[in-house]
Nanobody
Framework: QVQLVESGGGLVQAGGSLRLSCAAS????????MGWFRQAPGKERDFVAV????????SYADSVKGRFTISRDNAKNTVYLQMNSLTPEDTAVYYC???????????????????WGQGTQVTVSS
């Protein structure tokens, strides 16, 4: 089981930027795809971005393409989400997740991720 701790959330004005971090411990971090999901009040937890174990493959939700960038540093067991050009619609709790299998290909399905962080709040004011 991989333990995950997110940080970097906060309050930002529309058009601003934030960088989220997710520190992992336990398990085989460097081989696992890592993802970011978000959940707004009253809504489902939705896929945002995913990165392969090597970092060579990424995928993004259409709503964040061109604005968000996912990256990872396997030496530090950390995955990042750089968020630019934020809008109020990006307001949500952001969750880091580790794929259940250390040898999997990238996935956008919430059910494929077996470990979750506690979440970090991102609030974008208009």
């Amino acid at each position: 089981q991989v333990q995950l701790v997110e940080s970097g959330g906060g309050l930002v004005q529309a058009g601003g930027s934030l960088r989220l971090s997710c520190a992992a411990s336990g398990g085989t971090f460097s081989r696992r795809p890592m993802g970011w999901f978000r959940q707004a009040p009253g809504k489902e937890r939705d896929f945002v971005a995913v990165i392969s174990g090597s970092g060579g493959s990424t995928s993004y939700a259409d709503s964040v393409k061109g604005r968000f960038t996912i990256s990872r540093d396997n030496a530090k067991n950390t995955v990042y989400l750089q968020m630019n050009s934020l809008t109020p619609e990006d307001t949500a709790v952001y969750y880091c997740a580790a794929h259940a299998s250390p040898f999997a290909v990238v996935s956008t399905r919430r059910a494929d991720f077996g470990s979750w962080g506690q979440g970090t709040q991102v609030t974008v004011s208009s």
